[in-house]
DNA sequence: GTTAAGATTCCG
DNA sequence: GGAATCTTAACG
């Protein structure tokens, strides 16, 4: 594996609008097995931005599902929604600073909940730090592509304002 | 203890 | 358009 190229903490602990389209075209790395490991392309993302942002879980207050969210970027948050579906994302800024990027989607697999079906993303990975983990982590491919930006998806109940937020970012 | 709703996906 | 399916959070 190429180390050097794993992103650090740096590059997490900033805010979440300049982390979550950086993150296009970056390379998720997961380990599966000894000397297994799969890279995906990362092709689209959303950025929550802290307890203001009425689509973001955090603006409820910290509660344990979301704690993980006020810790310093670099850490892994997940959780479970209808019942059937796993949600991937990356915290982002500082402590106290409650910012996450949703992956929604990598090359390959076309959605949030299919794309941790397809990589086995569960509750284990709840909390996991991609700057010290040797199972997960993400690298930089190499080359920066063109982001395209646009509102985020299935945040109806977040109201007008929020809703139509371009904080949505794809290739 | 009970209930309502969700950062989704698949089927009709 | 609606169901599947279950965890979390907000009640009582």
Not at 30 to 47: C, D, P, Q, S, V
Request: with cysteine; aromatic share 14%; net charge positive.
């Amino acid at each position: 594996m190429n180390e050097n190229r794993r992103l650090s903490g740096e590059f997490f602990i900033r805010d979440v609008l300049c982390v979550a389209p950086e993150l296009i075209g970056k390379r998720l790395v997961i380990r599966y097995g000894n000397n297994i490991f799969h890279k995906y392309l990362i092709t689209e993302t959303e950025a929550y931005r802290g307890s203001e942002d009425k689509a973001c879980h955090a603006s409820k207050g910290r509660t344990i599902r979301n704690d993980v969210m006020f810790q310093p970027g670099g850490k892994i948050y997940v959780y479970f929604v209808y019942g059937m579906y796993w949600m991937l994302n990356f915290v982002t800024g500082e402590e106290n600073n409650p910012q996450a990027a949703l992956i929604r989607e990598i090359e390959g697999y076309d959605g949030p909940g299919k794309l941790t079906k397809a990589l086995g993303i569960d509750k284990s990975f709840y909390g996991e730090d991609l700057t010290s983990s040797n199972r997960i982590w993400v690298e930089d491919a190499g080359f920066l592509p063109s982001v395209k930006t646009g509102p985020r998806i299935g945040i109806n109940y977040a109201g007008e304002v929020w809703k139509n937020k371009p904080w949505r970012y794809y290739i």
